[in-house]
């Protein structure tokens, strides 16, 4: 096989694993020689489990010398839970090493490709990187950012409505869509709502029917700036899972201690610039802290806007159903918006399926045009 395939095949194994490893990265390496498999192996779980390259080398065993080493992301070179996955290759005798991603941790940051070429194994980079880096996009913001990758998912009607002129909304889109959904969920280490939406809805916010379960509950996160919601319902139940509230000193007396009361950890931020809600950067930052690597912003089309609105969101995800709403219904994404089409932020279909009756499109920002180019 070529080095592109085995790559990809690496980068199987790393999608695999994607559920149990936050905050380390999904990595996927596959040790082959004459372009024939002898090992392979992906990160165990957080905080225990081996790195990617150490599970292939010791899959391996022997049989690891002289063969090429596939990584879906630059090896550590650092000490922190495991030991650095370059000395391992090392020490294993792997002749050449291939990289899809370079690992922008600042404690990493080229230094795994400089210690393996300064030991004489041959270093390629960049192959498959497209694929390997949009799978890795939400540890790579992190670690570059501090802060957590944010989804912005909705379910609209076809004219752009989360809910009837009446507020009803369920159910908008398809079961298909709703499954997917979860799946979606348990790919983050968070769900973010707004109080609007746990008033409204009651949430659960846990992850349900998904084909592998994640190995520990999201975090629940609650965007309340004036303490509106009380501590109450499955949004505080422990058993579901942890919360946290992110809240302003707007918030109403005794909020905070009823929220800490009910086992909900509370950290408190300044108010959005708007005046409305709270400041959605120190929020992400605050994710970013706890080793959220993904936040997945579920609540009502004014956090929705609001995320998108302020360029937090790196990734929507919107489910359209085949029905309309008309001008009545609640908008999906509620702020002003630009007042001409010039100034309307540009956004690239990365994809598109059919789940159900419903279509769900997944964009990205439009990058930015460099400059000289036409």
């Known amino acids: 096989m070529r080095d592109e395939e085995?790559?990809?095949?690496?980068?199987?194994?790393?999608?695999?694993?994607?559920?149990?490893?936050?905050?380390?990265?999904?990595?996927?390496c596959v040790l082959a020689r004459d372009g024939e498999i002898v090992a392979q192996g992906a990160t165990g779980p957080y905080p225990t489990g081996p790195h990617a390259e150490v599970a292939a080398l010791r899959a391996a065993g022997d049989r690891a010398r002289a063969t090429t080493a596939y990584c879906t992301l630059e090896p550590c070179d650092h000490h922190a839970n495991t030991p650095p996955c370059t000395e391992a290759l090392i020490a294993a005798g792997v002749a050449r090493v291939v990289v899809a991603v370079g690992d922008p941790d600042e404690r990493v940051a080229g230094r795994g490709v400089a210690?393996?070429?300064?030991?004489?194994?041959?270093?390629?980079?960049?192959?498959?990187?497209?694929?390997?880096?949009?799978?890795?996009?939400?540890?790579?913001?992190?670690?570059?950012?501090?802060?957590?990758?944010?989804?912005?998912?909705?379910?609209?009607?076809?004219?752009?409505?989360?809910?009837?002129?009446?507020?009803?909304?369920?159910?908008?889109?398809?079961?298909?869509?709703?499954?997917?959904?979860?799946?979606?969920?348990?790919?983050?280490?968070?769900?973010?709502?707004?109080?609007?939406?746990?008033?409204?809805?009651?949430?659960?916010?846990?992850?349900?029917?998904?084909?592998?379960?994640?190995?520990?509950?999201?975090?629940?996160?609650?965007?309340?700036?004036?303490?509106?919601?009380?501590?109450?319902?499955?949004?505080?139940?422990?058993e579901l899972g942890p919360t946290l509230v992110v809240t302003t000193e707007a918030a109403r007396a005794g909020a905070v201690d009823a929220w800490r009361g009910a086992g909900a950890k509370v950290e408190v931020v300044a108010p959005a610039a708007s005046g409305r809600g709270v400041d959605l950067d120190a929020t992400f930052t605050i994710l970013g802290r706890e080793g959220v690597l993904q936040a997945l912003v579920e609540g009502g089309g004014e956090l929705v806007g609001a995320v998108v609105e302020s360029g937090a969101a790196q990734r929507i995800v919107a489910y359209v159903a085949p029905l309309l709403l008309g001008t009545d219904g609640v908008p999906g994404f509620a702020f002003p918006g630009p007042r001409a089409i010039g100034d309307a932020a540009r956004w690239e279909l990365v994809d598109i399926a059919r789940v159900g009756a419903a279509a769900r499109l997944e964009l990205e920002p439009q990058p930015e045009p460099q400059p000289g180019a036409r």
């Open 115 to 238: 210690r393996l070429r300064g030991a004489g194994i041959e270093v390629e980079t960049g192959v498959a990187r497209a694929i390997a880096a949009r799978d890795l996009a939400p540890y790579l913001h992190h670690r570059r950012t501090g802060r957590a990758f944010v989804v912005a998912k909705v379910a609209l009607s076809l004219d752009g409505r989360v809910a009837a002129a009446d507020g009803s909304s369920q159910w908008i889109t398809s079961a298909e869509a709703r499954a997917d959904a979860h799946e979606l969920r348990a790919d983050s280490q968070a769900i973010v709502v707004g109080a609007g939406t746990a008033l409204a809805d009651r949430p659960s916010l846990t992850v349900r029917g998904v084909d592998a379960a994640p190995a520990r509950a999201p975090l629940r996160v609650l965007l309340d700036g004036r303490g509106r919601v009380t501590p109450t319902g499955p949004l505080f139940d422990p």
């Open 6 to 28: 085995l790559m990809l095949r690496a980068i199987a194994l790393a999608r695999a694993a994607r559920r149990h490893t936050a905050p380390w990265p999904a990595v996927g």
